[in-house]
């Protein structure tokens, strides 16, 4: 059975951070390619970040390039999100997602987790 179950979401003052977990149950990462998504109040869910299959290259959104970090172990089968500078507009709920059609980015998330609130303010 395919589980993706985030953690490590809080309230963190801007400039501040945070690292994202997800642990990954019901394959193997190096299968599919993973992606980060989040969702804002009012707005649309949207891809933050995505990992090939291999881990050979790593896309991110512009708005989160060069302050966020996607990472993932093998051997735990867990992802990571690390996150910092983080602004206001950073508040959302964070999902990690799999697409298991697919090995490379972008891709949908299909598959997802429950989701982490990370919400910035002071």
């Known amino acids: 059975q395919v589980q993706l179950v985030e953690s490590g979401g809080g309230l963190v003052q801007p400039g501040g951070s945070l690292r994202l977990s997800c642990v990954v149950s019901g394959f193997s990462l190096d299968r599919y390619a993973m992606g980060w998504f989040r969702q804002a109040p009012g707005k649309e869910r949207e891809g933050v970040a995505c990992l090939r299959y291999d881990g050979s290259s790593t896309w991110y959104a512009d708005s989160v390039k060069g302050r966020f970090t996607f990472s993932r172990d093998d051997a735990k089968n867990e992802l990571y999100l690390q996150m910092s500078a983080l602004k206001p507009e950073d508040t959302a709920t964070y999902y990690c997602?799999?697409?298991?059609?697919?090995?490379?980015?972008?891709?949908?998330?299909?598959?997802r987790g429950q989701g982490t609130q990370v919400t910035v303010s002071s």
């Open positions: 997602a799999a697409d298991l059609l697919s090995r490379y980015c972008p891709v949908a998330d299909t598959t």
